[in-house]
C-alpha cells in the first residue's frame, strides 16, 4: 500500500468536496496537526478514522485506500469495466433506473448502445473531436499529409473542409443508426404481438 499516494487521495477528495483543510478537520474532528500528517503520507490513520473520513467525504473506504478508482462504490464496477467518468455512470445509471417506465430513458439508452455498437459513427466523432488544425500533419489511413490541405480527385480539402468532411460522415453514420434504430423497433414490436 503507497502510503504518499493515500495522503494525496485524501488531500484531493477532501478539494474536491469543496472543503478546506481546517473545515474537514473541524468537521470530522481530526486536528489540523494530524490531518496534515496524513495528507504528507507521514502517519496512516486507524480503521476509526477512516471510517470518519468515509462518511465525511461521502466516498468508500476502499477509495481512500486507493483500491478503487471511484469515490461510490456502488459505481466501482461499472468504472472498472467501462473507464468513464463517475459522472457519465450516474447519467446513465438515471437513465437505466426508468429504463421501464420511461420511453425516453429506453429511447436514450438504446441509442447510446446503437451508437456504441456502431464503431464506424463512434470513430468519426471522436477522429472530429481531436482534430487540431494547429498540428504541422494531418493524418488519413496512417499516413502524414503536410498541411493546410489534402487533394482529392480534383478537390482540395483544407482544414476546415476535412472537419465538413468528418461532419458529413457524423452525419451519414447517425442516419444509418436511425435505420437500425427502426429495424430494432420493428423487430421488437412484430415479436411482442406475436407473444
Request: charged letters at 25%; a negative charge; proline letters at 3%.
Amino acid at each position: 500500500m503507497d502510503i504518499d499516494n493515500i495522503g494525496t487521495i485524501l488531500k484531493d477528495r477532501i478539494k474536491e468536496m469543496g472543503m478546506t483543510q481546517e473545515e474537514f478537520a473541524l468537521k470530522t474532528g481530526i486536528g489540523l496537526s494530524s490531518l496534515k500528517k496524513y495528507m504528507s503520507g507521514k502517519v496512516f490513520y486507524s480503521i476509526d478514522t477512516l471510517e470518519l473520513m468515509a462518511e465525511a467525504l461521502d466516498c468508500s473506504y476502499d477509495f481512500l485506500l486507493g483500491k478503487s478508482k471511484t469515490p461510490k462504490p456502488e459505481l466501482h464496477e461499472a468504472k472498472e469495466i467501462t473507464r468513464l467518468h463517475d459522472n457519465a455512470i450516474a447519467i446513465l445509471q438515471r437513465y437505466a433506473n426508468q429504463y421501464d417506465t420511461n420511453a425516453n430513458s429506453k429511447k436514450y439508452l438504446d441509442t447510446l448502445s446503437t451508437l456504441i455498437e456502431m464503431n464506424f459513427l463512434m470513430e468519426r466523432i471522436q477522429n472530429y473531436l481531436f482534430i487540431d488544425s494547429n498540428e504541422k500533419l494531418i493524418y488519413e489511413n496512417d499516413e502524414p499529409l503536410p498541411l493546410p490541405g489534402i487533394h482529392i480527385g480534383t478537390s482540395y480539402l483544407s482544414v476546415p473542409d476535412i472537419e465538413d468532411a468528418y461532419l458529413l460522415g457524423i452525419v451519414r453514420a447517425l442516419a444509418d443508426a436511425k435505420q437500425q434504430i427502426k429495424k430494432r423497433e420493428i423487430t421488437y414490436f412484430r415479436d411482442y404481438t406475436l407473444s
